[in-house]
């Protein structure tokens, strides 16, 4: 918690670092840690009355609440304001009465969560969940120290200067690397492995529990030791000044660690300056400076979706080192220090450190992925049968080799026939698969839906309060009753039963859930790595589109769902890097384990509607019962099932080879839904391919 500490810290001491982004496994403590620091911070004088918080000594010239007349201040404790997952837009940034907008000309202004937060600490736990829109608003506010709230030509605009904290699970799904740049400093946290200091952690817990208030006494003079030095700290960050060479060993860090843009180098020298301020100085140290990149910059470093963020740190120092080298020229003589070094604390080269060896959150080495990639030989074109389905002596002999790829001997398939998992071939950008029909799930980038931002399509009475007004809508709603009304002036009578607001269509994320054929036939004509690389390609696009993915194998016996439905893409390509083949053709069971799949999730979330792909070759090869069907009639059946459901699908066609049994196709129809080659997927193909399954609608319709 170190390194967690520390930043907290930095931030209370200079608020322009830009908050703390907070990573790490579950129950590690993140949130107690955040809530602490709002107890630490000094008392604000703040203008009695107002509800932005303005400072009595320089009051908000555009304060809603203003003008302000002088007067003396009260004093009250910084406040920490928490900002749910599902808060709305208004909630976060205020709303404005837009009737006595129109009615009155007056901005009758409600504040939101943001002015709440004004000189205090704004906690987002689970920010990686939050919208992205709500996201852009706070770190919009969060950099320029205001919030502007514009309605239809009435525009507000506060102060809204705090301290932002965000955590986050990264099981649970990343952050875009545009909206983790907008962070100041991040933090890996992960629970200690040393058994003296769990056992610690248990005892004080045990201790709180027992006696509260007993606790909070026994650690009141460290509590008040450190909101002394928090003060200390902020009189002398002023005086503070990084020199030219301390500006020049963060731009070659920088520099040397390609991150894009400039924010990291401002960022990392606001952050070196609070180091300094933190330890009792005037003068940036060359210590200040690594200790800075070590928070600025890992989450930064990603350089492409699936990347972990991290440092390298041996880097960092052989870029520092080659400084030295070439401006040999000595900081300046030390100067008194704080109670606390940089080198021994916190944040320092010491051992308890983010750069010591024992920092619990490891190492991810620079540009590190999941795992080695392999490049899979492009395929050669191949012809396909001139009657798909039709059995010859080709087809039959070709089925024979399927059963022999998938193991056929092996009874019932298991695990004789595993082979070892193979790497992904390089991803490429695919088309765009959509759900048909228009959807109202939560905002994303890929299929068609009613949604808070997007085009106008509309105008309808408002379900709650109203959050888009439609001018033309209210103003010709209004206009048929101003005699009624008395209206005698130039103003316009509006009543509430005028207003209307606006429809808009945008685009909603779906649950994208994979089906993939992990069969011996798969991997035995050598297509496994070209197949992760277009499952992987497809995660990519998913990332990038805001969805849901659930990924399920089938293979040997039976199916397996190898990742529940998640926000966490990287966790999906984690599990495929690992995905092992072998075995018999299980199609019916994968079709059935993802029905049973989608009917929980549609108790769970029935607005987001579900995009099934299933990655197959067409065979099924279990092991025949006894009177019973075949496989491909099970299979047949459980497509029919999903069809009935209304479940949009796409099925990747990756049979290759002189002869083409066609059927994946057979199986898409069934599903009535689209089929898709390797080739096809590519957006860079040539062949054009039918991005949704529109015409499936069309289709359903007719019959």
């Known amino acids: 918690m170190d390194g967690l500490r520390l930043a907290l810290l930095l931030n209370a001491v200079s608020p322009a670092v830009g908050g703390v982004l907070v990573r790490g496994e579950k129950g590690t403590a993140k949130s107690t840690a955040v809530r602490a620091i709002a107890a630490l911070l000094p008392e604000v004088d ?27 201040g009260e004093a009250r404790p910084a406040r920490m304001v928490e900002l749910p997952v599902g808060a709305s837009e208004d909630r976060l940034v205020g709303a404005l009465d837009i009737e006595r907008a129109l009615s009155e000309g007056v901005k009758a202004f409600e504040p939101g969560l943001l002015a709440d937060a004004h000189r205090g600490v704004l906690y987002v736990d689970e920010v990686n969940l939050l919208h992205d829109h709500l996201i852009d608003l706070l770190l919009d506010a969060a950099a320029m120290g205001a919030s502007y709230v514009e309605r239809e030509g009435v525009s507000v605009r506060h102060a809204a200067r705090f301290l932002l904290v965000g955590t ?4 649970e799904g990343e952050l875009r690397p545009q909206l983790l740049d907008r ?29 509260p208030e007993g606790f909070a006494a026994r650690w009141a003079a460290d509590e008040d030791a450190l909101r002394e030095r928090i003060a200390a700290a902020r009189a002398l960050l002023p005086r503070v000044r990084p020199g030219d060479r301390a500006l020049r ?38 210590e200040d400076v690594r200790g800075a990149a070590l928070l600025s910059l890992p989450h930064r470093r990603r350089r492409a979706p699936f990347d972990a963020p991290g440092l390298d740190e041996n880097k960092l120092d052989e870029i520092l080192r080659r400084f030295e080298e070439d401006d040999p020229d000595p900081d300046p003589d030390p100067g008194p220090e704080g109670p606390e070094s940089p080198d021994d604390g916190p944040g320092g080269r010491g051992p308890d450190g983010p750069g010591g060896p024992d920092d619990p959150g490891g190492r991810p080495q620079e540009g590190a992925a999941e795992g080695a990639r392999e490049q ?25 080799a399927a059963e022999a790829d998938d193991g056929a001997g092996g009874g019932t398939g298991g695990a004789g026939g595993e082979r070892a998992a193979v790497g992904a071939a390089e991803p490429f950008r695919t088309r765009r698969l959509d759900v048909p029909g228009l959807g109202e799930g939560a ?46 002036g130039p103003g316009l009578l509006v009543r509430r039963d005028d207003l209307r607001e606006a429809v808009r269509e945008g685009r909603e994320g779906n649950l994208v859930l994979f089906v993939v054929d992990a069969s011996g036939s798969m991997a035995a004509r050598k297509r496994m790595s070209t197949i992760k690389g277009a499952v992987l390609s497809l995660l990519l696009d998913a990332y990038q589109r805001r969805d849901k993915v659930g990924l399920i194998t089938f293979r040997g016996a039976d ?43 549609r108790l769970r979330d029935p607005s987001r509607r579900p995009l099934l792909v299933v990655v197959t070759d067409g065979r099924a090869t279990e092991a025949r019962r006894a009177g019973g069907s075949t ?41 009535r839904g689209t089929r898709v080659t390797l080739d096809e997927l590519r957006a860079d193909s040539v062949t054009e391919l039918v991005r949704d399954v529109r015409t499936v609608s069309n289709t359903r319709r007719a019959a």
């Open 46 to 72: 703040v203008v009695a009355g107002c509800r932005f918080s303005c400072d009595p000594a320089a009051p908000d010239p555009s304060c809603p609440d203003g003008p302000h007349e002088p007067a003396t």
């Open 168 to 171: 986050m699970n990264p099981e």
């Open 183 to 211: 962070f100041g400093l991040t933090v890996e946290v992960a629970a200690s492995r040393d058994t003296e200091e769990r056992v610690e952690v248990v005892r004080r817990r045990l201790a709180y529990d027992e006696d």
């Open 249 to 286: 060993q963060i731009a070659a860090v920088c520099a040397g660690f390609e991150v894009d843009g400039m924010r990291a180098d401002i960022v990392t020298a606001r952050t070196a300056t609070a180091l300094a301020a933190w330890a009792g100085r005037t003068d940036v140290r060359t």
């Open 376 to 400: 899979a030989p492009p395929a050669a074109p191949e012809p396909e049968p001139s009657v798909p389905g039709q059995r010859t002596g080709e087809h039959e002999a070709a089925d024979r």
């Open 443 to 488: 905002a994303g980038r890929r299929s068609r839906a009613r949604s808070a931002h997007g085009r106008t399509t509309g105008a309808r009475r408002p379900r709650g309060a109203l959050s888009a007004l439609h001018l033309t809508a209210t103003v010709r709603a209004a206009a048929p009753h101003q005699r009624a009304r008395g209206r005698r």
């Open 559 to 601: 199916a397996e769902l190898a990742l529940p439905p998640t926000s966490s893409v990287d966790a999906a390509a984690a599990r495929l890097e690992r995905l092992p083949t072998g075995g018999r053709t299980p199609l019916a069971a994968g079709l059935l384990k993802a029905r049973e799949v989608l009917r929980v999730e």
């Open 631 to 671: 496989p491909v009639e099970r299979a047949g059946r459980a497509a029919r099932m999903l069809a009935g459901d209304g479940v949009a699908s796409v099925v990747v066609d990756c049979e290759s080879g002189p002869v083409r049994l066609g059927l994946a196709g057979a199986l898409a129809r069934e599903l």
